[in-house]
């Protein structure tokens, strides 16, 4: 479904997707929108086209807000797409063949890592474009380069369950830091608040005190000092980029997981535990006690 034209060795075009113009029908050229099969797509480490899925709509109208998801063999959403833009008439989206990204602080700085989506598993997919109250879904599959003769799906698979759980603990760090920045932006606020109401000095060195110890939880998670990109060269790595480098390396491999990565993030996982066992114990005990404080001297919230 490619048309490729060739000049005498001057050059050649190729006109890709033309399987698109084999769906088009007269009669659902009047109909408010229409979702066209893809074309499917190649896993691969070739960049461009073949790294990626294109997925053809069509609008009678500019549409004002529509939503396109990829969803799995078992009907779960993978990735959701709900801020693009489109014209009346034919369309062209683009999706890179990754499920949803760990979440991640917008100001972290993460040095030599890849942060984004675990690349789908060679198998059965589906794409679904809505718009109000109607939808329209199409069936494709992601196929394996033909030139991995010695990887099997089920490698590939492996590979996608070790991202997905490293994944989900780089996400679990990143929402301990929240946490743990948004308790002292509250603790400290109430402080400054009450000394300048004139509650004494009691509060203030209670929550000088915890605000250390959240913020040495903070420091053992993610390195404070980095700003901009090459700040890591100068600055020790913390436990969050580690975490982003074992992803990074599982997602780079293609194959089916070593055992040296394996035991790096169960180290890495260790680590983690340990943190959130700290922060637990920090609101278990440290806050309550600050909070009891507030309450002995009736300051308000």
């Known amino acids: 479904n490619d048309l490729v034209v060739g000049t005498y060795g001057r050059g050649f075009w190729i006109l890709d997707?033309?399987?698109?113009?084999?769906?088009?029908?007269?009669?659902?050229?009047?109909?408010?929108?229409?979702?066209?099969?893809?074309?499917?797509?190649y896993r691969t480490q070739v960049r461009g086209t073949l790294g990626r899925m294109s997925v053809f709509a069509r609008f009678k109208e500019k549409p004002k807000k529509f939503t396109l998801e990829i969803l799995d063999a078992e009907g779960e959403v993978i990735r959701t797409y709900d801020k693009l833009?489109?014209?009346?008439?034919?369309?062209?989206?683009?999706?890179?063949?990754?499920?949803?990204?760990?979440?991640?602080?917008?100001?972290?700085?993460?040095?030599?890592?890849?942060?984004g989506g675990p690349k789908a598993v060679p198998g059965p997919y589906s794409v679904r474009l809505k718009v109000g109250e109607e939808s329209q879904t199409q069936p494709f599959e992601v196929l394996k380069d033909p030139r991995w003769e010695h990887i099997s799906v089920a490698d590939l698979r492996e590979q996608f369950n070790l991202q997905v759980e490293v994944g989900k603990a780089f996400s679990r760090s990143h929402n301990l830091i929240k946490d743990v920045r948004d308790i002292r932006t509250q603790v400290k606020d109430i402080s400054s608040r009450a000394e300048k109401a004139g509650f004494g000095e009691d509060v203030k060195k209670a929550a000088d005190e915890l605000s250390k110890k959240l913020t040495a939880l903070e420091e053992d998670l993610?390195?404070?000092?980095?700003?901009?990109?090459?700040?890591p060269i100068n600055y020790q790595v913390k436990l969050d980029?580690?975490?982003?480098?074992?992803?990074?390396?599982?997602?780079?491999?293609?194959?089916?997981?070593?055992?040296?990565?394996?035991?790096?993030y169960q180290e890495l996982k260790v680590q983690l535990d340990?943190?959130?066992?700290?922060?637990?114990?920090?609101?278990?005990?440290?806050?309550?006690?600050f909070e009891k404080l507030l309450a002995e001297n009736n300051i308000p919230r």
């Open 241 to 264: 980029n580690q975490l982003a480098y074992v992803y990074s390396s599982v997602h780079s491999q293609d194959s089916k997981p070593n055992l040296s990565l394996r035991e790096r």
């Open 17 to 41: 997707d033309i399987g698109l113009l084999h769906q088009i029908q007269q009669a659902e050229l009047e109909a408010p929108f229409k979702l066209y099969r893809p074309e499917n797509p």
């Open 274 to 289: 340990a943190a959130a066992e700290t922060f637990r114990s920090l609101e278990g005990a440290d806050l309550k006690a």
């Open 85 to 115: 833009k489109a014209e009346e008439g034919l369309n062209r989206f683009t999706w890179d063949l990754a499920y949803e990204p760990p979440e991640k602080i917008k100001d972290a700085v993460i040095s030599l890592s890849y942060t």
């Open 222 to 231: 993610i390195q404070t000092k980095n700003e901009k990109g090459q700040d």
